[in-house]
């Protein structure tokens, strides 16, 4: 095998630790992005000197047919989609057809340039939803309760039909929660991380959340991109499920955000309706089994050490900007 890869979303969280991680293993790396009229490549600024961009759009197929062939890559790893959940309530048609069908577009593309390229899709947990067993595993049933998690199990499958029907390398990643410093500030951990740090420094009153309650499995974005990484270099393509096996509340998460600033979360937080989903999913723990054995993957960052690391970017980030 080659070391060319192409990113999609690679000015995301998880676009730019796979960036350093491939670089890290000498990879010649590619990124699609979409045209903006201001930058939005900062958390790529570091290493933008080692990676070749290329404009697309995941809703525009000549785009990514000439990504593609300017990129002549080994393995794609297909993590660009809108992303944010309770976005997608709004915006249910664009996030089909950016999440879903972006997908199968990045797929054709790839058929009918190389299908011998290596293909691996980014699942989310989101695809479980209300899924009855305690911890979701490959062999799980789905069932999404946001038009995200829809669009995600629609190119998930879609993953599946390529690899069956064109015998593609095509791999399905089912990614857990995954945080760090990066993460968007629309996101809930990075809302409470980047709110305990603000309010310590006397910049913010208070923080409005909606479920305390809701429990997620989280991780830490640089331990996962390790897991994308491994899921192509197998001889076989498979499908895993990525995660800790723990979970934690937002209630936790706050609880540690506030203590790594000497502060009392209860002092600060207000409930408020307004940010309860529609749909609400109450609990989400992943069965990582199959990729700890096949793999040989584990994570090694814990809740606590993510959450208090956030904080302290954030906090570095206000105090510089002042």
Not at 271 to 278: L, M, N, P, V
Request: glycine letters at 6%; hydrophobic letters at 35%; one cysteine or more.
């Amino acid at each position: 095998m080659g070391n060319r890869a192409l990113i999609t979303g690679i000015t995301g969280q998880d676009g730019s630790y796979l960036a350093e991680h491939l670089l890290n293993e000498n990879y010649e790396v590619y990124g699609l992005a979409r045209w903006t009229s201001t930058s939005n490549e900062d958390r790529i600024e570091h290493v933008s000197d080692n990676i070749h961009i290329i404009t697309g759009d995941l809703t525009d197929q000549t785009s990514l047919d000439r990504a593609i062939e300017t990129a002549d890559p080994d393995e794609v790893y297909h993590l660009g989609a809108l992303s944010f959940v309770p976005e997608s309530f709004t915006q249910p048609i664009t996030t089909a057809d950016v999440t879903g069908l972006g997908t199968t577009r990045m797929l054709e593309a790839i058929r009918r340039y190389n299908p011998d390229i290596r293909f691996y899709q980014a699942g989310t947990s989101e695809m479980f939803g209300n899924a009855p067993d305690e911890r979701q595993s490959i062999d799980t049933r789905f069932y999404p309760r946001s038009p995200y998690g829809v669009s995600k199990l629609y190119a998930y499958w879609m993953t599946i039909n390529y690899r069956e029907a064109h015998d593609m390398y095509a791999t399905n990643g089912i990614l857990f929660n995954h945080e760090s410093p990066r993460r968007g500030k629309q996101f809930v951990t990075r809302k409470i991380t980047r709110a305990a740090a603000r309010i310590a420094l006397d910049k913010q009153d208070e923080l409005r959340l909606g479920n305390l309650d809701a429990k997620r499995d989280w991780g830490h974005a640089r331990d996962y991109v390790k897991a994308m990484h491994l899921m192509l270099q197998q001889d076989d393509p498979d499908d895993y499920v990525v995660g800790t096996g723990e979970h934690h509340t937002v209630r936790e998460c706050a609880r540690i955000a506030f203590d790594e600033v000497g502060l009392d979360w209860q002092e600060f937080v207000t409930i408020d309706e307004k940010y309860f989903r529609a749909t609400e999913v109450d609990a989400l723990k992943a069965d990582p089994s199959r990729a700890k054995q096949k793999l040989k993957w584990e994570p090694k960052i814990s809740f606590e050490e993510m959450i208090r690391e956030m904080v302290q970017k954030d906090l570095a980030d206000l105090q510089s900007n002042e």
